[in-house]
């Protein structure tokens, strides 16, 4: 298919719209159609936002061009005027949104030449019928959890990728990483996010905000990701770096929605337990090395602490987990065909 459901939905309420206003032989019934496309959105919440600004900004439009038109004439200067006072009125009131539709619909009234109350009800309906066919046609909205898991799973695979990096580099010094999986996490966060406020906003009985919290705490732990990075990259090959390797190679095979921060937790404690045990630095080198670890581990307690403040939800988790070992199965076979 070549065209998305909201441009399907665009289309089919346009046409409804065009086709009621024209059976009602309503001047200027084309304008239905325009006032339904402007109400469709990509969520339920932003389609009623956006109607309402319509539908008022509209009224406000009416009764401005009554009394201007019928008191200045209707002449450019009129229109001219109306707008210096209407815009503004539009933006006192939160309805600029609605400021194209109420200019259609001013532009009726001054076509007419006239005020009766057969042209107000003729605007009226106009409005009436764009604002609620748009509004039916927003009712349904596709569910885009199965996009929000699918970014969790590939986040998470970048999360667990960027440990390993860090952990082979601590270990080998191997400096052939390219860095890409910063960059993909950094996206996936943000696309995330947007999909999850999008998701939030198509619930009116339920307020669901997981996904978005979700995405809040991995971008959270991603600054943190970003932040000691050239702290593991400025250090030397030293032993600490090898326990600190070890400990990041769990933190990579652990990355999962659920909760396992306490482990790692009481895990770090002992780490940094055994790094004060160590003798102290006799070179400035050694002593900027001992700073860095101390500082990484510091950024790692902070990594952990904002994943053990989250709440997982158990549904959810069990429905990624079971997501994750299929797309394991599948990379699997892919890998033996």
């Known amino acids: 298919m070549f065209f998305g459901y909201r441009t399907l939905k665009t289309a089919v309420g346009a046409g409804i719209s065009l086709l009621i206003a024209q059976w009602l032989q309503l001047d200027f019934f084309a304008s239905a159609a325009i006032i339904t496309v402007l109400c469709i959105t990509v969520t339920k919440k932003g389609s009623i936002s956006k109607a309402w600004e319509l539908f008022i900004a509209s009224c406000v439009g009416l009764i401005y061009s009554a009394v201007i038109f019928e008191t200045i004439g209707y002449h450019p200067l009129s229109i ?92 080998d010094h191997r400096v052939d990483w390219d860095g890409r999986e910063i960059t993909r996490a950094s996206k996936l966060i943000e696309d995330g996010k947007s999909k999850a406020l999008r998701s939030m906003d198509n619930h009116f009985l339920r307020h669901d905000n997981y996904f978005y919290h979700y995405f809040e705490m991995r971008g959270s732990q991603f600054a943190i990701i970003e932040r000691i990075l050239p702290f593991v990259s400025s250090l030397d090959k030293v032993d600490e770096g090898k326990i600190m390797a070890n400990f990041m190679d769990g933190l990579s095979s652990a990355v999962q929605p659920g909760n396992t921060a306490s482990y790692y937790l009481e895990e770090l404690s002992e780490i940094r337990g055994a790094f004060k045990q160590h003798p102290l630095p006799e070179t400035r080198v050694e002593f900027e090395t001992r700073a860095s670890l101390f500082y990484i581990l510091h950024e790692l307690e902070q990594y952990l602490l904002i994943k053990d403040m989250f709440k997982p939800d158990r549904q959810r988790t069990l429905d990624l987990k079971r997501k994750k070992r299929a797309r394991t199965l599948r990379k699997r076979e892919k890998r033996n065909q």
């Open 80 to 171: 001219a005027i109306l707008l210096l006072v209407f815009i503004p009125t539009l933006q006192k009131i939160k309805a600029l949104k609605g400021v194209i539709t109420s200019i259609v619909i001013i532009s009726h009234v001054y076509s007419v030449g006239e005020i009766t109350a057969g042209t107000l009800f003729n605007e009226f309906l106009l409005i009436l019928i764009g604002v609620t066919v748009g509004l039916i046609m927003n009712i349904y909205m596709p569910s885009i959890d199965e996009d929000l898991y699918q970014d969790q799973l590939n986040l998470e695979e970048q999360f667990s990728r960027i440990w390993k990096e860090y952990a082979r580099y601590l270990r």
